[in-house]
């Protein structure tokens, strides 16, 4: 079956930098995608990138741009999809999670109602 293992987060102080990890493995093809997702205390949960696995194309909430990169990095039995995180705030702390659903179309999905399968969240926080 289709498992999420999430690594990464933790403790860091303004201005600095995190990188998450999601190993993605159960999937018998590549037409499915990773998004990465958090949710702070009392707000929605809300999207922060994407990656398509059977293209590699991304996308990035505008929160994200140009302090965030989504990556793959690809074994015969498991995808690894990071983020890798950069100047990040007060304002970034949340729960991140990764998820991944099937996705036969250009592109990733950016709602999380497309995405079927979701890893157990790891915690961010941005304090000094």
């Known amino acids: 079956q289709v498992q999420l293992v999430e690594s990464g987060g933790g403790l860091v102080q303004p201005g600095g930098s995190l990188r998450l990890s999601c190993a993605a493995s159960?999937?018998?093809?590549?037409?499915?995608?990773i998004g990465w997702f958090r949710q702070a205390p009392g707000k929605e949960r809300e999207g922060v990138s994407c990656?398509?696995?059977?293209?590699?194309?991304?996308?990035?909430a505008d929160s994200a741009k140009g302090r965030i990169t989504i990556s793959i990095s690809r074994d015969n039995a498991k995808n690894t999809v990071s983020v890798e995180m950069n100047s990040l705030n007060p304002e970034d702390t949340a729960v991140y999670y990764c998820?991944?659903?099937?996705?036969?179309?250009?592109?990733?999905?950016?709602?999380?109602?497309?995405?079927?399968?979701w890893g157990q969240g790891t915690q961010v926080t941005v304090s000094s």
């Open positions: 159960g999937f018998t093809s590549d037409n499915y995608a």
């Open positions: 990656i398509s696995i059977k293209d590699g194309s991304t996308a990035y």
């Open positions: 998820a991944a659903g099937f996705w036969y179309l250009r592109g990733c999905p950016k709602g999380k109602n497309d995405y079927a399968f």
